[in-house]
């Protein structure tokens, strides 16, 4: 009995820190995407497309990477 709380701390931790790199990510990655959008309306199109590869990069690793692969395979137990 006494050894349930640490197993489960030990399968929460690693979800909440997955869970949390996947929502960073994605936030960095639409804010690279935002900052693409207003480099092109100024015409700043080398910094603008760097920006959006950034972007994608970002939002593939957070959304796809770690949200997708590592948070609900966890919390759903889906084998890869």
């Known amino acids: 009995m006494g050894t349930a ?3 489960l701390l030990a399968e929460l931790l690693p979800l909440a820190a997955y869970t949390i790199a ?3 990510l994605t936030v960095i990655g639409f804010a690279a995407e935002y900052a693409s959008m207003q480099h ?4 700043e199109t080398t910094v603008a497309f ?3 590869a ?14 997708y692969q590592k948070v609900l395979a966890r919390a ?4 890869q």
Do not use: D, S
């Not at 970002?58 to 959304?63: D, E, F, K, N, Q």
């Open 22 to 24: 996947a929502g960073v």
């Open 76 to 79: 759903f137990g889906i084998e």
């Open 5 to 7: 709380i640490p197993e």
């Open 40 to 43: 092109i309306g100024t015409g």
């Open 50 to 52: 760097w920006l959006a």
């Open 54 to 67: 950034i972007g994608c990069v970002m939002l593939y690793a957070g959304v796809y990477g770690l949200g």
